[in-house]
């Protein structure tokens, strides 16, 4: 099992993020840690209750950790050594390989990062985005290129074994010189893991409201022409290229992330975050205060319940598997799809082997429309 722990404060709220978040304003961060452990108790048994299984055909333990956001590395030394105080005593950790903690450049400093590393953290991803000052302004980011560049060596210094920076294109007013740069800036840090994200503009943020008014604009050319470029830089500077946007140097791929690709059961934790389990998934209430008053109450947060179908399940195991280098098992596709497999191989956009089909170089950044095709 992944267990995902959303914690959804942000000092200041990017315009491009649809993500659930908000400033902390006047929520008693104390009593949200607290809520988070107590739906973490709840959870585990209510899990157990509402399949009427004993405890030994129940959730098992986090096999890895992600704490995102929101901001986690915003949260106080206390509030972390508290979390993962609790995590520790509702969870036996012994076999949990990886914890992955977001962070942000500008809410951390060396003594900060020790106690990252001291609590158990072996990941930490870095929402940097770009290093050019002008894409910065633009993404509404509050760190400098300076401070994003000087987190990296904080995270070595502090003996971090895993560090994973975000970028993104094709952001409005970035040219592909900028992006260029950025990519070659990223690989000078040495990080273990780079992910190169595609800006989408999702509803509710200031940015889908500009493509709306025409302020800003989508244009696919220049899509691939940033998805090639890195590509090109991040595989010559040794990256595998393991899934359509993320990048790994050997020994280093996000094993949660893996797990989501590969439809793992996975228990979210917090407002707003959504768990699959036995194929049942259920979403918790996107609202804070509401989330913490619930838990509080009645155990848990929990506003929307959904049985997966089989063929819900199928769709969604084509759609993520596609996008990793090691693709489905061929046994994912009805003979119709397979048929229109075929027809894409002879286009050399997928390779089909005895036992499982995957995207060839040719046919990556088309994933969502073979995808789509397949299902």
Same mark, same amino acid.
């Given at each position: ?17 649809? =993500? ?218 040794? =990256? ?136």
């Amino acid at each position: 099992m992944l267990l995902y722990l959303h914690i959804p404060f942000c000092h200041r709220v990017c315009p491009y993020c649809s =993500f659930y978040k908000h400033t902390p304003g006047g929520t008693p961060i104390g009593e949200f840690i607290d809520a988070l452990s107590a739906e973490a108790i709840r959870r585990r048994g209510f899990q157990l209750l509402s399949k009427n299984q004993d405890e030994s055909q129940g959730l098992t333990n986090p096999s890895s950790i992600y704490l995102g956001g929101g901001t986690p590395s915003m949260l106080s030394p206390k509030h972390l050594t508290d979390l993962f105080a609790s995590l520790k005593n509702i969870f036996d950790l012994s076999e949990t390989t990886e914890i992955t903690l977001e962070a942000n450049p500008a809410t951390f400093d060396l003594e900060k990062a020790r106690l990252f590393k001291s609590l158990g953290v072996t990941r930490v991803s870095l929402g940097i985005q770009s290093f050019s000052p002008n894409v910065l302004k633009t993404l509404g980011r509050e760190h400098s290129p300076e401070q994003a560049s000087e987190s990296v060596a904080i995270l070595r210094a502090a003996g971090i074994p895993s560090v994973n920076i975000d970028l993104m294109f094709s952001i409005p007013g970035q040219s592909l010189a900028d992006w260029e740069s950025t990519l070659r800036h990223a690989v000078s840090l040495k990080p273990d893991h780079i992910s190169a994200y595609n800006l989408t503009y999702e509803e509710d943020t200031a940015f889908f409201d500009s493509l709306k008014n025409g302020t800003y604009a989508e244009n696919e050319d220049d899509d691939a022409d940033h998805y090639h470029l890195a590509e090109i830089i991040l595989t010559a500077a040794g =990256f595998d290229h393991y899934e359509t946007s993320n990048y790994a140097q050997p020994g280093h791929h996000s094993q949660h992330n893996q797990g989501y690709w590969e439809g793992a059961d996975y228990l979210g934790l917090g407002p707003s975050a959504v768990s699959t389990i036995h194929g049942v998934r259920e979403k918790n209430v996107s609202d804070t205060a509401a989330y913490m008053a619930r838990v509080k109450t009645i155990g848990h947060a929990i506003q929307e319940t959904e049985t997966l179908t089989p063929a819900q399940r199928r769709v969604e195991l084509i759609a993520l598997g596609l996008r990793t280098t090691r693709g489905i098992p061929v046994e994912l596709l009805g003979a119709d799809a397979l048929q229109k497999a075929k027809v894409l191989t002879d286009e050399n956009l997928l390779h089909i082997s005895e036992s499982r089909i995957y995207l060839t170089t040719l046919g990556r950044p088309l994933v969502d429309p073979i995808a789509a095709e397949l299902i």
